[in-house]
């Protein structure tokens, strides 16, 4: 990858790859953040690190001990050492004297340097190891023996005790399974655990475990090739998620050898000198505020104390937009095999919009970043364009060119003419990663960092320009209509079409919806928006859209002075549109707005809920909107803990930028009913419905894995007196659930409750298992309509 291009174009033409000269600046920089182990380069566009005689005497002089991945047994690179047409077939059950041959081999090279040997074997390329029985016991006895096999030749090469030769067994994707089936594995080897390649670790050491005398440790990625998606461009992995994990390894005692796979080294600095310093002292790292702290410091270091606040803020935003979606994933394919570009789940007509408000979002960071890059100092702009500049510029700019192709192809069926100007800025975005990308290869440092940086990694279909639709007409100029709540626009020819009532405004959450102003056809016209009621009121009222000026669209945002509306009569009446907004019929006042252009009006309804409840005068919580009461889940009306854990929040990460946990995590379980009552701590959300029935209680949680067999990833949820539903968010292996939830990063699950009247309720969170952190809370009483995240609380203004 870009590593290896850099080497061997740019560096180190001696020998056209990653070699000496390449791991000895390598090696300075590990030493330099207080590291001193490695696993060399693996892929097969790299030649093995052994190949080069003079790579294990650089090491050597550097104090670096070598090991090697999970799938590279014995320190030896199967991808491409194994050699078909001399060796045969890489099956140990087979052709295991070859195999021996080979380990043999290295471990005579390699017997009085420094390294640690990973004992087990998998198959060749990342692939699980054949056997001749396709059972789970053959394949346990199988590497049982592999493993034996392998310490004998440890004992003879190195003429020691294999229990003082430092060994590592990695129980990586299949070869947990094995373990997990009783695989025997001798007590001093040390437990690599694994992430599951998104940065959740896959499993920890039980209490039995942590009395090994080989310890253990942990392998963690931040980037990956492989399904569900590739993301091996620009680190994406939040800091406060690798934190957490990482204090939960460290919680659960892997402390003996931490392994992070960083890709191509450059794109993934920050969080590099943030893993080594976790690694070097953990007590520096108690809580997540500590990682932002961590991150100010750094960046005052870098680029001065005047712009380290700003700076960090900038990071923080671009990881909780990453957290929500990873940019590499932005384009809704897979690989494995490679699909083309699928339909996003980002609605654009609910709950105000999320593709533009994610557009919105990057913008920001877009003009901050970009103010900040012209008034650093000329002596730290070359390090500010590669730690922050072109990181953020690159999310941001892959993100709008599929989010603008998204909009292209939603305006595109409606007519719109702004449909050619979002595939325009779809294609600027696309652009502009071009234009950064060869300014850090070519231009940066007088091209000191040319090769090292792609934009497109495997060429998948999400770095391509997405195709985009035109709208071309030679008809006049027209106004069209499009509402929130609806995916077709305004339309007088369809009969009951119901696109032209908006959503009903509800005088508790003060909620304002949007209506897009657009022209179909060519010119220019006039267009004025009359509200008939003066409680109506409009960000704008009147202007100008002119296909020849580009100004082709305007979105209009209505919003309500309560102060004005007269209180709704307590009285059912004819339903407004196709009222799906599950608001009752009853204490509604209803309005329109009429919208006039080139002598036409269109009328737009407007009804607000406004009952003035007196039980709401002083209330303070959550309520129902239209159907569903939406909670930020740090955000309890009361919290209590348990016997012996307690409620703690973390900051920094889920889709809220703060989720909250029932710590500390070896605390005990509780899945008994009575006992989950009694002793385990809840939290307890107070919420007003104007509805009753059937609920859904979706629960949105970051998707962590179960530590080990005794601790799961459960909670347990009621509404007012009901007895606790535990709600159970564990995956089971590659499946695709799991690959659902590490798209998100988030992990959705629900308990039916009976809301049993319209009035004041409570929501209560047990905690069952230690450590699980819950992002979000809806109560859905029939109202959710499709997005991809929750829709923003319902909080009572």
């Given at each position: ?246 204090s939960k390894a460290y919680e659960f005692q892997s402390r003996d050898i931490w392994i992070l796979n960083c890709g191509d080294i450059k794109p993934h600095e920050y969080n590099i000198e943030l893993f080594f310093d976790m690694a070097w002292d953990m007590g520096n790292f108690e809580k997540s505020t500590a990682v932002k702290t961590h991150m100010s410091t750094w960046a005052a270091r870098e680029f ?453 009247k319209a009035g004041a309720h409570t929501l209560k969170i047990w905690m069952v298992d230690p450590g699980v952190m819950i992002d979000q809370v809806l109560i859905d009483l029939g109202g959710r309509k499709a997005s991809y995240a929750f829709p923003k609380e319902t909080v009572k203004k």
């Open positions: 990858m870009g590593l290896q291009r850099w080497a061997a174009l740019n560096f180190e033409h001696e020998t056209g790859d990653i070699g000496p000269k390449t791991y000895a600046k390598v090696f300075e920089l590990l030493l330099r953040l207080r590291a001193n182990t490695i696993w060399p380069a693996m892929h097969s566009s790299t030649k093995p690190f052994y190949s080069y005689p003079e790579n294990k005497f650089v090491a050597d002089n550097y104090a670096i001990v070598i090991g090697t991945s999970h799938a590279e047994p014995m320190l030896s690179n199967i991808n491409t050492e194994w050699k078909h047409d001399t060796m045969g077939e890489y099956r140990y059950d087979t052709n295991s004297e070859t195999i021996k041959n080979l380990f043999t081999k290295r471990a005579k090279e390699t017997a009085k340097y420094d390294g640690i040997y990973t004992v087990g074997m998998r198959g060749e390329h990342d692939s699980p190891m054949i056997v001749g029985e396709d059972d789970t016991d053959a394949q346990v006895n199988l590497l049982e023996r592999v493993i034996t096999d392998q310490r004998a030749i440890l004992k003879k090469e190195t003429k020691k005790n294999p229990t003082k030769v430092p060994q590592a067994f990695v129980p990586y994707k299949e070869v947990l399974n094995y373990y997990q089936s009783g695989l025997k594995l001798p007590e001093d080897i040390t437990l690599v655990w694994t992430d599951d390649n998104y940065g959740y670790m896959r499993q920890l050491s039980n209490p039995q475990e942590q009395t090994r005398p080989g310890g253990a440790g942990v392998y963690y990625h931040t980037s990956y090739w492989g399904r569900p998606h590739d993301y091996l461009w620009l680190n994406s992995t939040n800091p406060v998620l690798m934190w957490e994990e990482m001065g104390k005047a712009s380290a606040s700003e700076i960090t803020d900038v990071l923080f935003e671009n990881n909780r937009l990453a957290y929500i979606r990873r940019p590499e994933f932005m384009a809704w394919s897979q690989v494995e095999p490679v699909t083309k570009e699928g339909e996003t789940e980002l609605t654009q007509y609910h709950y105000g919009d999320e593709v533009s408000e994610r557009i919105n979002s990057y913008q920001s960071i877009i003009e901050t970043t970009e103010r900040l890059c012209n008034n650093i100092d000329a002596n730290r702009k070359d390090a500010f364009y590669q730690l922050v500049y072109y990181p953020v510029i690159g999310a941001s700019k892959l993100n709008q060119k599929w989010l603008y192709s998204f909009k292209n192809k939603f305006t595109a069926k409606q007519g719109r003419q702004s449909a050619n100007l979002f595939a325009n800025l779809s294609k600027e975005a696309f652009n502009r990663i071009k234009e950064e990308t060869a300014y850090y290869n070519t231009k940066l440092q007088n091209g000191k960092w040319n090769h090292i940086m792609t934009m497109a990694p495997r060429f998948l279909p999400v770095f391509a320009q997405p195709a985009t639709s035109s709208v071309q007409t030679e008809e006049k100029a027209k106004l069209g209509l499009a509402l929130e709540g609806y995916q077709m626009e305004v339309n007088d020819d369809i009969i009951n079409s119901y696109a032209d009532v908006l959503p009903v405004f509800n005088r508790y959450t003060n909620s304002g919806y949007f209506i897009d102003v657009f022209v179909e056809g060519n010119g220019t016209l006039n267009w004025e928006a009359k509200p008939k009621a003066d409680w109506i009121k409009l960000s704008e009222e009147k202007g100008v859209l002119n296909t020849s000026s580009g100004e082709v669209e305007k979105r209009i945002w209505v919003r309500i002075d309560w102060d004005k509306v007269p209180k709704g009569e307590n009285k059912k009446e004819a339903p407004l549109g196709h009222d799906f907004q599950l608001i009752p019929p009853s204490f509604k006042v209803n309005s329109v707005i009429d919208f006039i252009s080139e002598g036409k009006t269109t009328t737009i309804g407007v009804s607000v809920y406004n009952p003035k409840l007196d039980a709401l005068k002083s209330y303070k919580g959550f309520v129902e909107d239209k159907g569903y009461v939406s909670i930020n889940a740090e955000n309890f009306t009361r919290k209590n803990a348990g016997k012996e854990a307690k409620w703690e929040l973390f900051e920094g990460m889920g889709y809220t930028n703060k989720v909250i946990t029932a710590l500390p995590r070896t605390a005990t379980p509780n899945v008994n009913i009575e006992e989950i009552k009694a002793n385990s701590p809840v939290l307890e959300y107070d919420f007003y419905t104007f509805n009753f029935g059937e609920a859904q209680v979706n629960l949105q949680a970051v998707p962590t894995h179960a530590p080990h067999a005794g601790i799961g990833v459960r909670c347990a949820v009621a509404i007012d007196d009901a007895d606790p539903v535990i709600v159970d968010f564990q995956t089971q292996g590659r499946s695709e659930a799991w690959k659902e939830n590490v798209l998100k990063n988030a992990t959705v699950k629900a308990a039916k409750q009976i809301v049993n």
